[in-house]
């Protein structure tokens, strides 16, 4: 199994433009989920979402949309990028027990920079 | 809301105890410790949940004081792999698997 892929590892992009961070994992989870990571800071949740066509906003969800038509993939899109979503995108997956969040297992993570 | 983490570092000698403890103003469902490596994504440790059921590592042990709305990471006899930073997750009764996490605990660990 190759657990959680990301792509790509490494983005520069500029101001206003957009992209979309991709994200797959093969172990048929219910639950993927985007977090960021600012230097020095814990894990903040972006978007979530337990099943497919089934999301919803966690935390800091401005600037961001997802989308999970199928249960393997769930891609983060930017709408138009800013310096302040500067960050190491993490996507993890996880089965869901007794109403909660199992294991969640992360991706390598993307190191996105705007300038 | 995010959870409080304490302390924010801590530096120990192989063969030390740490506590590591994680609060929340919040009722809390379950409770998520993970470890993340420099440079390297979050690995899993540990679940506890309300009821006091509990998934996790063999050697890595953890409380969750329900009343209290607190976690406490415990690791024993520290080894050099412990090194990193621990960070605590919190789910809230009703929160739909939106789950918070602390600002982390860098924890350094010397021969």
């Known amino acids: 199994n190759a657990g959680v892929t990301q792509t790509p590892k490494f983005q520069v992009l500029k101001t206003g433009q957009s992209m979309t961070l991709q994200c797959a994992q093969d172990?048929?989870?219910?639950?993927m989920s985007w977090y960021r990571q600012d230097p020095g800071m814990g894990l903040r949740l972006i978007h979530y979402?337990?099943?497919?066509?089934?999301?919803d906003q966690g935390e800091v969800p401005n600037g961001y949309n997802v989308s999970r038509s199928t249960t393997e993939d769930f891609p983060l899109r930017l709408l138009s990028a800013a310096p302040s979503q500067t960050s190491v995108y993490f996507c993890a997956s996880s089965p869901l027990l007794a109403g909660t969040t199992d294991t969640q297992y992360f991706g390598p993570g993307t190191r996105l920079t705007v300038l | 809301q995010q959870p409080v983490q304490s302390p924010q570092a801590v530096i120990l000698r192989e063969g030390e105890d740490a506590v590591i403890n994680c609060s929340s103003s919040?009722?809390?469902?379950?409770v998520h410790w993970y470890r993340q490596k420099h440079g390297e994504a979050p690995v899993f440790l540990m679940i506890l949940l309300k009821g006091g059921e509990q998934k996790g590592h063999e050697k890595i042990s953890a409380s969750f004081n329900e009343k209290k709305q607190q976690s406490s990471l415990y690791l024993t006899a520290s080894q050099l792999s412990y090194s990193g930073t621990y960070f605590c997750g919190t789910e809230s009764p009703g929160s739909n698997n939106d789950m918070r996490f602390g600002a982390g605990t860098r924890l350094t660990v010397k021969p």
């Open positions: 172990m048929n989870h219910e639950y």
């Open positions: 919040k009722a809390l469902y379950s």
């Open positions: 979402s337990v099943g497919a066509g089934i999301t």
